[in-house]
Each structure stands twice: as structure tokens, then as C-alpha cells.
């Protein structure tokens, strides 16, 4: 059965779409992919959607049918290129773009992206709003990865760790016995860094980490940093850009507007490497392997502090494991359409705080 898994993530940068097999046992396969970047003025846009106190209701709704519009013709293109018909696939599991996450107490997420324009000009059933159940049932919505990591990535050896670095770095802690496994968001990955390098160089992200190389971290910095209290919260917890801007951090160390441009850049990448050791020296394993996923897998800078930190993992990337580290999460959101239509659980409430085990989703047929 084949599926389509659409995620757009916090780093505002386009959708990522993955077309999956998914196999009698339930496993995902990934046949083929496809990127559509947004452009600049829609980023811009989205970001203010995101990140402002008041947002006019105009915009909202325009933004909600645009993106529809986009993740639509994001899926068209990925069946033309490749050559298959929309009668070939299930169904799509489209994530979103979110807008607004508030963990608990009193916990929402909003994710825009009109899944009734999906479902009509593609003519395939679309899955979505997949985090608003969980929340019902007591949870945050979020991480909704660790589940489709227990299915795909489990191996019967060592200690196994699956860590995402997108706009926020989240991980999954892999258990033989699934009640076991568990994951949350451990802070920043690219969010303040991406943020950093557009405001001073005018550039969407660091290339291979090369600025943040040329720099010095400042620990004076990072040790004012690494106070905020979401640090050291105990799982399960979940987070956004809410907490984790520019702005919030530029108001606590203004600082850092009067430091070397280099130096603040290569700190708040050590800001993110030094919470990832601190969550998994907390709550992981420190010995065994760590497979990276998203973009950040790309930051070979940021790998090698990561490293750095955690010098008995041996890290590698979701590749070796089968899945193209771009890819895990829309492969994740076209495996939670599965679930979603053959009435199975996709949510790990050990991962998100929920009462229990959840269909998510709403489905519009096609
Ligand atoms: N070649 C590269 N060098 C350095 N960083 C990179 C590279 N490619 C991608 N990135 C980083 O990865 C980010 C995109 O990652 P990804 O698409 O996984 O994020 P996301 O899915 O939007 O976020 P999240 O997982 O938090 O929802 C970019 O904004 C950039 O910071
Ligand atoms: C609310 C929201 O969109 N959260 C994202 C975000 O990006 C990474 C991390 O924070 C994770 O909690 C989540 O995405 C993935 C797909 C998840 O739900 O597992």
C-alpha cells in the first residue's frame, strides 16, 4: 500500500514530500521524494504568522488555503515525477505548518494547511491534524516521531537513539519492549542559528556550519543560556519557536548585539550541542548509537560538537538505517496516515504525556 507524507517543519523552509510503501508488517519503505522550498516572502510571512502576539484573522484563513494549495500541488508533482496516479495511492498524511504550540498546562497546537484542498485537487483521501487527539486525551501533540522511530529503526542490539535537529532538536530513546521507548524535544536545533545568520548575513542557514567554524563560543553566554528552566525538565515535554527565538534570547543577553557576529553564532550551536548531551546524559543512553535526522545532519560543525559531547555514541546518519535523513519525518506522517486508516494508534504517550494509545487525525476522502 502506498501513502504520501507531507511535513513542513519549524524551520519555515518548504515541505518535504515522501512517498512510502508500506509493507504487511506495517514497516515503511521509501520509493521516492520530493522538496518544494518556500519562497522568501512566504517564509517571512509565515514566520510572522508564527511568532506574532496578534495575528488578523484575514491572514490566518488566506495562509491556511494558500498552504493547502501548496502541499497539493507539492504532492501533484511528486506523482508526476516519478510517474504514478493518485489512484495508486491510500492516502496522504499531511502534518502542517504550525503555528502555535503551547506544551501543558493547558496545551494547544495549531497546524494550518487546508487538508480539504488536498483531498480535492489531488483526489486522495488526506489524513491530518493529527496532534489536536492526543491533546484531548491529556497530551502535548508532541513528539509525534518516536512511535514511526520504534517501528523503522529498532534493532535488537545496542542502545539505540534517533535525533532529529530541524528547527528543534527532539530525540527517541529506542527500547526492546516499546513500553519502554520514549522521546521529547530537547531545545533548539537550527531555530535561533537560522534566525542569527538571516538577520547577518542575509542567508537562510549555515552552510555546513562554516560561519559558526570561524567563530569562538562564548561560555559566559552559553552558561546564561543553558539556565532556562526547559533544560532541565523532566519527559515528557515538547517546545516551539515560542520559547526558542531571536528576539526572547536577545532580550535576555542583549549582549550579544555587541559581540563579534561570528563568535554569538558558533555559541548558539553550542547551545545546541551542549542541551542535546545534557537531555541524553539526563534521560538517554550514553553509550551505543545515535542515527541523526533532518536538516542539522547536514551541519558538519554542529555533528562534531554534538560529538564532542558524547564521546562513547558513535553517531550516524538515518541513511545507513534505510531512510534518507531529510526524509524521516514526512516518511513519519505518511506512515501515520496509515495508522490513522487502518485504525491504529500513532501516538506514544510516553513520548507525549497522553492518558493512552490514540487514533489521530481527522480523514477528508477523497
Ligand atoms: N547543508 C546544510 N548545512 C547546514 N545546515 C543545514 C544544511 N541543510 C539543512 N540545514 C539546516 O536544517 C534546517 C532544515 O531542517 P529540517 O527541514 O529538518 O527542519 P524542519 O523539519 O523544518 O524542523 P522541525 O523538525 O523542527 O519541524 C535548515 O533550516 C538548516 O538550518
Ligand atoms: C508542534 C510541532 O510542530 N512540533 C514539531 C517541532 O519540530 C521538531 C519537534 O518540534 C517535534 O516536537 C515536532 O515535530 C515532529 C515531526 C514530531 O511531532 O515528532
Redesign the pocket.
Known amino acids: 500500500m502506498l501513502y504520501i507524507g507531507l511535513?513542513?517543519?519549524?524551520?519555515?523552509?518548504g515541505i518535504?514530500a515522501a512517498l512510502v510503501e508500506i509493507d504487511q508488517q506495517g514497516m515503511p519503505h521509501l520509493l521516492a521524494s520530493h522538496y518544494q522550498s518556500y519562497d522568501r516572502a512566504l517564509q517571512a510571512k509565515l514566520f510572522n504568522l508564527s511568532q506574532a502576539v496578534e495575528v488578523k484573522l484575514e491572514d490566518l484563513a488566506a495562509f491556511d488555503h494558500q498552504l493547502g494549495r501548496l502541499y497539493a500541488h507539492c504532492c501533484l508533482t511528486l506523482l508526476k515525477k516519478h510517474n504514478y496516479q493518485a489512484c495508486d495511492i491510500q492516502a496522504i498524511g499531511c502534518h502542517g505548518q504550525?503555528i502555535r504550540h503551547k506544551p501543558r498546562p493547558n496545551a494547544f497546537s495549531m497546524q494550518i494547511g487546508d487538508a480539504n484542498i488536498v483531498a480535492e485537487l489531488t483526489g486522495i483521501t488526506t489524513v491530518a491534524d493529527f496532534r489536536r487527539r492526543d491533546i484531548a486525551a491529556g497530551g502535548e501533540g508532541a513528539p509525534l516521531v518516536p512511535a514511526f522511530h520504534q517501528y523503522a529503526f529498532l534493532n535488537d542490539h545496542n542502545p539505540r537513539q534517533i535525533l532529529?535537529?530541524?528547527?528543534?532538536a527532539?530525540i527517541t530513546i529506542l527500547s526492546q519492549d516499546p513500553e519502554h521507548t520514549f522521546g521529547f524535544d530537547l531545545g533548539p536545533?537550527?531555530?535561533l542559528?537560522?534566525e542569527w545568520v538571516e538577520k547577518h548575513w542575509q542567508l537562510?542557514?549555515?552552510?555546513?556550519?562554516a560561519i559558526a567554524r570561524s567563530g569562538t563560543f562564548q561560555p559566559d553566554l552559553i552558561k546564561r543560556w543553558i539556565a532556562i528552566e526547559y533544560f532541565n525538565k523532566p519527559p515528557p515535554k515538547s517546545t516551539g519557536r515560542e520559547l526558542f527565538n531571536l528576539a526572547q534570547f536577545e532580550l535576555h543577553t542583549p549582549e550579544v548585539n555587541s559581540l563579534k557576529k561570528e563568535d554569538v553564532l558558533a555559541s548558539l550551536i553550542e547551545l545546541t550541542a551542549i542541551s542535546i548531551s545534557r537531555g541524553i546524559e539526563q534521560w538517554g543512553y550514553t553509550e551505543g548509537e545515535l542515527f541523526l535526522?533532518?536538516?542539522?545532519a547536514?551541519?558538519i560543525y554542529l555533528v562534531e560538537r554534538i560529538q564532542h559531547h558524547l564521546l562513547n555514541i558513535r553517531i550516524g546518519l538515518t541513511d545507513d538505517l534505510g531512510i534518507p535523513a531529510?526524509m524521516v519525518?514526512a516518511c513519519a506522517f505518511a506512515w501515520l496516515a496509515y495508522r490513522t486508516m487502518n485504525g491504529l494508534n500513532g501516538n506514544l504517550p510516553n513520548a507525549t504525556g497522553a492518558k493512552g494509545p490514540r487514533v489521530l487525525g481527522a480523514i477528508y476522502p477523497a
Open positions: 511535513m513542513s517543519g519549524t524551520s519555515l523552509d518535504d504550525t532529529n535537529l530541524g528547527g528543534i527532539n536545533a537550527n531555530a542559528s537560522n537562510n542557514f549555515d552552510e555546513g556550519g535526522c533532518g536538516g542539522g547536514r551541519n531529510d519525518e
